[in-house]
């Protein structure tokens, strides 16, 4: 217990306890939001702008082909503040032009694919605005954790959602579905004109950097589909039951029950957004790294366990909050809940680990087969079980990548070393 004191304490030292801190007023304030667009727009229409947005979020990973995730990896071994703002202004150049031209593409597809609700082509186009935003509120957090700034980032996380909350509400309360698809692509880019200002680079600046070549676009690309394995896994589904049942009322209905369980994960993404940084800049030393794995599963085993005793006591509660009929999905809400741990205890660690050390790749394997997978079970489960087959098949899943990701990585670690070690 001493050693998880120290390691509690260390996330500490580096302003973890602000982002985490942050990272719970800004899960809160993102469930006002859903809870706020529930309110005041129907069902099915609130449910065409959510389908339309999980179609966004698949492609989202490589609308900016992973520069992004390039940034926070080779940043890490950069020595000075300079060097790493430096590389800010090469990949912000970079990949705004990218987010554009995928921004372009999306809206000239979605011309051509007949929906079987004609509206869907719209907020399609609406919402593939929000690739733009999105990259530079993503590359506008991971330079203030290059720089340490974790007190920064913590802001930004919580001014989003604040913005967020406020634009859901006034524009939902106006313009109803339009107004929530619009808040959605307004949000990340007014949040990154807010702080943009915190960072001083050059915009003019041309740097060139050894590491900037095919490997590096190679690392992001895959890091970047690796890193978003529990939004994949959760869009598959609602689309899924989308094609399957036909029913918009059951896509909002899972998409709401999936909030509760999918709002711990905050926990876990508040100490990789603290220490990535941090072991990724230590990765040789071995002691300090097996130290790492075993306090953090230690503590989210902990953490789990007291998550899935108070869904189990409360669950059907918070479940009224939204509707009181979606108190009927009880067992929906619990099997999520019990998936979500394996994505706390392993995935989120694991998962990681294997982008610290270069093998986003393997990452992307292993969500690559979950997807296969997803879309197997789901075919056989949802027709049966409606959405309670959708949240077996996302609870299998989330284990099976959590496991396959720990496998790996000791794995790879291993080999990691021994190449370290001959090049000293």
């Given at each position: 217990?001493?050693?998880?004191?120290?390691?509690?304490?260390?996330?500490?030292?580096?302003?973890?306890?602000?982002?985490?801190?942050?990272?719970?007023?800004?899960?809160?304030?993102?469930?006002?939001?859903?809870?706020?667009?529930?309110?005041?727009?129907?069902?099915?229409?609130?449910?065409?702008?959510?389908?339309?947005?999980?179609?966004?979020?698949?492609?989202?990973?490589?609308?900016?082909?992973?520069?992004?995730?390039?940034?926070?990896?080779?940043?890490?071994?950069?020595?000075?503040?300079?060097?790493?703002?430096?590389?800010?202004?090469?990949?912000?150049?970079?990949?705004?032009?990218?987010?554009?031209?995928?921004?372009?593409?999306?809206?000239?597809?979605?011309t051509l694919i007949n929906f079987d609700i004609p509206i869907t082509s719209f907020y399609l186009k609406l919402l593939a605005l929000a690739f733009i935003g999105q990259f530079l509120f993503e590359i506008l957090q991971i330079q203030f954790r290059l720089l340490k700034k974790n007190k920064a980032f913590a802001f930004t996380e919580l001014i989003y959602n604040i913005i967020l909350v406020l634009l859901v509400f006034s524009l939902s309360f106006y313009f109803k579905e339009l107004g929530y698809a619009i808040a959605i692509v307004l949000t990340p880019l007014l949040t990154f004109l807010i702080f943009i200002k915190r960072i001083k680079f050059n915009w003019k600046t041309t740097?060139?950097?050894?590491?900037?070549?095919?490997?590096?676009?190679?690392?992001?690309?895959?890091?970047?589909?690796?890193?978003?394995?529990?939004?994949?896994?959760?869009?598959?589904?609602?689309?899924?039951?989308?094609?399957?049942?036909?029913?918009?009322?059951?896509?909002?209905?899972?998409?709401?029950?999936?909030?509760?369980?999918?709002?711990?994960?905050?926990?876990?993404?508040?100490?990789?957004?603290?220490?990535?940084?941090?072991?990724?800049?230590?990765?040789?030393?071995?002691?300090?790294?097996?130290?790492?794995?075993?306090?953090?599963?230690?503590?989210?085993?902990?953490?789990?366990?007291?998550?899935?005793?108070?869904?189990?006591?409360?669950?059907?509660?918070?479940?009224?909050?939204?509707?009181?009929?979606?108190?009927?999905?009880?067992?929906?809400?619990?099997?999520?809940?019990?998936?979500?741990?394996?994505?706390?205890?392993?995935?989120?660690?694991?998962?990681?680990?294997?982008?610290?050390?270069?093998?986003?790749?393997?990452?992307?394997?292993?969500?690559?087969?979950?997807?296969?997978?997803?879309?197997?079970?789901?075919?056989?489960?949802?027709?049966?079980?409606?959405?309670?087959?959708?949240?077996?098949?996302?609870?299998?899943?989330?284990?099976?990548?959590?496991?396959?990701?720990?496998?790996?990585?000791?794995?790879?670690?291993?080999?990691?070393?021994?190449?370290?070690?001959?090049?000293?």
């Amino acid at each position: 217990m001493k050693s998880l004191f120290n390691f509690l304490s260390s996330f500490s030292r580096r302003s973890g306890n602000y982002i985490l801190a942050a990272s719970i007023g800004s899960r809160l304030l993102s469930f006002f939001a859903s809870w706020i667009a529930l309110q005041i727009i129907l069902d099915k229409k609130l449910g065409v702008v959510i389908y339309a947005f999980q179609i966004i979020l698949f492609i989202t990973p490589i609308a900016s082909l992973g520069i992004n995730q390039g940034l926070i990896r080779y940043g890490s071994f950069l020595n000075t503040n300079k060097e790493k703002n430096n590389l800010f202004s090469l990949v912000l150049k970079k990949g705004l032009l990218i987010s554009i031209l995928f921004t372009a593409l999306t809206i000239l597809i979605s011309t051509l694919i007949n929906f079987d609700i004609p509206i869907t082509s719209f907020y399609l186009k609406l919402l593939a605005l929000a690739f733009i935003g999105q990259f530079l509120f993503e590359i506008l957090q991971i330079q203030f954790r290059l720089l340490k700034k974790n007190k920064a980032f913590a802001f930004t996380e919580l001014i989003y959602n604040i913005i967020l909350v406020l634009l859901v509400f006034s524009l939902s309360f106006y313009f109803k579905e339009l107004g929530y698809a619009i808040a959605i692509v307004l949000t990340p880019l007014l949040t990154f004109l807010i702080f943009i200002k915190r960072i001083k680079f050059n915009w003019k600046t041309t740097p060139n950097f050894d590491f900037i070549n095919s490997t590096f676009w190679r690392y992001g690309l895959f890091a970047s589909m690796a890193n978003v394995t529990s939004v994949l896994l959760i869009s598959i589904d609602i689309l899924l039951i989308g094609n399957i049942l036909s029913d918009m009322e059951m896509v909002t209905a899972f998409k709401y029950i999936s909030l509760i369980p999918f709002s711990i994960l905050f926990l876990s993404r508040a100490f990789m957004a603290t220490d990535f940084v941090e072991f990724t800049e230590k990765l040789t030393n071995k002691e300090y790294i097996y130290s790492y794995i075993k306090n953090y599963i230690l503590l989210f085993s902990f953490i789990s366990i007291g998550f899935l005793a108070v869904i189990s006591v409360f669950g059907k509660f918070l479940l009224s909050l939204f509707d009181p009929e979606y108190v009927h999905y009880f067992s929906t809400l619990l099997v999520l809940t019990f998936g979500i741990t394996g994505l706390l205890i392993l995935r989120g660690l694991f998962g990681n680990l294997l982008s610290s050390i270069g093998k986003s790749h393997v990452n992307f394997i292993i969500i690559a087969i979950a997807i296969l997978l997803n879309i197997v079970l789901n075919y056989y489960l949802i027709p049966t079980y409606g959405i309670f087959g959708a949240a077996i098949t996302s609870a299998f899943l989330m284990w099976f990548t959590g496991v396959f990701c720990m496998i790996f990585f000791f794995y790879y670690y291993t080999s990691f070393i021994n190449q370290t070690s001959s090049k000293k």
